[in-house]
């Protein structure tokens, strides 16, 4: 019998793990001269803005999983896959957009993702009902996070 409290902490630790490991990944990359010189949006968030937001959304998003797999009496393999794929997207935009400077292929990434959230938000609104509410502030902050990588790949 799986409980909730369990599956929580393991969305936790796998969420904050993902910013974790891309922190890591970029390399210092959002206090770099690079990035500092790039052109970026004038509605781009301050330095710390990211990091209450992250982990804001971290949190959020693990509450939103928990209840999504606690819905299905055994382990769901759309779901392990789906949030795998979506752990793998957000760590690797890291590296690729602050460490390796490829503003285009992070824009291709980040859409990925951000249709992957999108997909997870309307694909199970109606089991997830009320719920909802915990992914909507990804799906946002997603739908921001695209618009400021768009913003620089279009004017840099």
Known sequence: MKSKLTLFLVFIIA?????GVGTLLMN???KS????????APWTPEG????????????C?????TQLVFKFERPNAELIKLFTIQWILNVSWNYIFFNKHL????????????LLIGYFTF???TEMKYATIFIVPYLVWMT????LNAYIVINN
């Open 28 to 30: 210092n990359g959002s």
């Open 61 to 65: 998003f693990s509450i939103y999983m």
């Open 103 to 114: 503003t285009l292929l992070g824009l291709v990434i980040i859409v990925m993702l951000w």
């Open 15 to 19: 969420n904050f793990g993902a910013l």
């Open 48 to 59: 710390w803005v990211f990091g209450a937001a992250w982990f804001s959304l971290m949190t």
């Open 144 to 147: 921001i996070a695209t618009s």
């Open 123 to 125: 694909k199970y609104l």
């Open 33 to 40: 001269v690079w990035y500092h010189q790039l052109n970026k």
